[in-house]
């Protein structure tokens, strides 16, 4: 319960309300533990079977399509992280290896893609080898392996070849990894689903045309791209204090663009665009 606050950014002093869903919350212990975390007796007026039941229905409705839902809406999100084996200097000249490094972080939002960019770690090094794995411990060998991919790599020292690894979620499980080359363009694709609720290829192919559409770093995207391209020219345009804001704004949010979170660049391309609304509009003052 503390880590779902947590990983949402929500102060429990800001909730309305505690609702407690589900008959194991009828114990006394329960009740009591929530009333200590949370200082505050939780709500009674829900029964905790009837939720459980009312949101079920609700969420077979949502996957129908029912028409007298249209204005509930259900966020779906992925429920472990998940990312690939990794290893990083260990301050005596060598490497320590088997460590996970996130790629899409647990309760992101889905369908989602997300990609991160790696290197080799030594000289002439001719392929890599990711294993994906989902789980939180820093380890991988405390995560759970869901599948391997191995990409060729040109011969370089260590640390001049880079891979972008790129990790596309739905609410199917449907998980499809690409490691790209861009050195030498080649791609690597590994599709992982649920072996008990595999599609059929006609639908795996749906899916998978869904989440390609995803496949677009945020700075590519046209909003994004848009507000990049007009703050740049309002860069050029100013001189003195107001270029350096504007150079100061602009590093800003490229800053958030790298960490693909989608609702922390909506929240800055809002402000951005408003502070360059600003500046612009004191031009003809």
Known sequence: MLRSLRDSGIAASTLSEVVLVGGATRMPVVRRAVTRMFGRFPATTVHPDHAVAMGAAVQAGLLARDAGLDEIRLTDVCPFTLGVDTSEP?????????????????????????????????????????GIYQGEAREVSGNVKLGEITVAVPPKPAGHVSLDCRFSYDSSGLLEVDITVPETGMTRNLVIVDDEDAPNPAELEKRRAALAALKVHPRDDAVNAALLARARRAYESFLGDTRAAIGHMLGQFEGVLATQDERLIAEARAAFGAALDQIEGERFL
Do not use: K
């Not at 060598?94 to 991160?116: C, H, K, M, Q």
């Open 90 to 130: 260990d301050g005596r000249g060598g490497f320590r290896t088997g460590l996970f490094s996130p790629i899409i972080e647990r309760n992101s939002a889905v369908p989602i893609s997300r990609v991160s960019s790696f290197s080799t770690v030594s000289d002439q090094q001719r392929r890599v080898q990711f």
